[in-house]
């Protein structure tokens, strides 16, 4: 099946770590992004990417780190210095000027 | 202002009834315009886009879009207890070589009661 697969479903951090969430597409979309979402709240970028190698930060990368090595994958970082991070963390991807589709989620909490 | 808007909800209405979601939006160069569906816990899941004025029909939902006033609405006909969700209106300005970025609207919460 296409899609777009998200891990861990659940992941709690603890002080000082850095956590990765994975994020993979066989959609074959060029685009990905991975968007923030706290309660109550729309969604928030973090970062995107449009080709492989290459990405730029959205509206709210500080204490966010990523990398697309492969068309395919787009994993992020939260690093410790990020003092907020328990949100639930969105993936997506689309083709050119295509609306985007989205993973399952992760959902991040602190120890 | 907010870059994309939405009305506050959270928004209640009889099954049966017509659910009416709207959102307004700032940046005159957006281009195409969608409404997302999230169920409580889930991932956002696309239900409608419209890119030109007028309306865009799909099963019960129908979609409005007017560029000049910017403002792009949702209506749910025959509203089901299975429609109850969190609605995010997403705009897009996909200009030049962008892929074009989604900004969201902070989302209406819909409940359809029996």
């Known amino acids: 099946d296409g899609g777009i697969t998200q891990s861990p479903k659940y992941l709690f951090r603890k002080e000082g770590q850095n956590v990765t969430l994975s994020c993979e597409q066989n959609l074959n979309h060029d685009a990905m992004y991975w968007y923030r979402q706290d309660p109550g709240q729309g969604l928030r970028l973090i970062y995107y990417s449009q080709i492989v190698n290459d990405f730029q930060k959205g509206d709210i990368a500080e204490g966010y780190s990523v990398s697309r090595e492969k068309k395919e994958s787009f994993p992020l970082t939260v690093t410790s210095a990020q003092k907020n991070p328990t949100a639930f963390y969105l993936c997506?991807?689309?083709?050119?000027?295509?609306?985007?589709?989205f993973g399952d989620g992760t959902r991040l909490s602190i120890l | 202002q907010k870059e994309v808007e939405q009305n506050s909800g959270p928004l209640s209405v009889p099954e049966g009834a017509i659910a009416s979601l709207n959102c307004t939006y700032s940046?005159?160069?957006?281009?195409?315009f969608f409404w997302y569906r999230q169920y409580s816990g889930k991932s956002p899941e696309l239900i409608m886009s419209?890119?030109?004025?007028g309306d865009k029909e799909d099963g019960r939902f129908t979609a409005q879009l007017n560029k000049a006033s910017q403002y792009v609405s949702l209506l749910i006909r025959d509203s089901q207890p299975s429609d109850s969700a969190t609605y995010l209106c997403a705009v897009m300005n996909a200009g030049g070589t962008s892929y074009g970025k989604l900004t969201f609207g902070q989302g209406t919460i819909l409940t359809v009661h029996p």
């Open positions: 940046d005159r160069g957006s281009q195409s």
């Open positions: 419209i890119y030109s004025n």
């Open positions: 997506a991807s689309s083709l050119k000027h295509q609306p985007q589709h």
